[in-house]
C-alpha cells in the first residue's frame, strides 16, 4: 500500500508541476522570451558557457541561477552587467516550475530576448523537471569521460541542444568521441552536437546563432501553441 501512495504523490507533484510549466512557457512566449534550460554536471563550465554565449548575443540575456547555496555566479554575472537573478534550493537537486514562475515576478522583462536558467549541477533530477523551457541546453565535457550518455541516458534523450566543452583538453585525455556520439545519436538523433572552449572561445559563435535563430520564431510563432521542438534543428 506505501508503494502505491508514494507514487500516486509522484505524479501528482510531476503533473502540478508540467502545469506550472506550461503557463511559464506560455507566459514568456508572450513576452517573446526565448526560455532555455541549461543543465550539466558540477564543473562542466555552465556558467562559463553562458558569459561565452552572451559574448556573441544580439539579443538581450536574462539569467536565473540556480544553486544549492551561495550566489558567487549570480554576484559574477551582474558584475558583467547581466540581468541575472538567484534562486537557492538549499537541499533540492534541482529547479522546478514553480521556482521559476515565482522568480520570473521579479525580473523586469523590458525587452524580447533570452532567458537563461542554469539549473543545479546534476545529470539526473533535473532531467525529470521541465520548469517552461522551450529548450533544453544541456553541457556536457571531454573531462567527465564518453561513457556519459550511457550512465545519464534521460539528460541526454531530452536535450534540445548539447554542448560539449573543454575540446581543447582533448589531446590530454582518453575521450573517444565516436562512443560519445554513438551514444547520443541511439537516444537522441536530432539535437545538434556543438564542440566548444570555454578557455579559448571557439564554437560559442555557432551556439549563439542556433539559439537566436529560435528566439525569432518565437514572434512569429506567438500565439500557437505548437511547439517548434523536433522539427528546425537537425542542421548541424
Known sequence: M????????????????????????????DHGILVVNEMGAPGVGKTT????????????????????ESDLDTVDLKNLGVEAHQINTYGACHLDAPMIEHA????PFDEPGIMFIENIGNLVCPAEFTIGEHVLMLVSTVTEGSDKPYKYPLAFEKADLIILNKVDLIPYLDFDEDFYMKGIRALNKDAPVFKVSGRTGEGFEEVAAWLEERANKLEVHEHHHEHHDHHHHDKN
Open 104 to 107: 520570473t515576478h521579479h525580473i
Open 49 to 68: 558557457t553562458l558569459k561565452n554565449i552572451f559574448r556573441h548575443m544580439t539579443l538581450k540575456p536574462y539569467v536565473i541561477e540556480g544553486d544549492i
Open 2 to 29: 506505501h508503494d502505491i501512495r508514494k507514487i500516486d504523490l509522484q505524479e501528482g507533484i510531476l503533473d502540478e508541476n508540467d502545469h506550472i510549466a506550461e503557463h511559464v512557457r506560455e507566459h514568456m512566449t
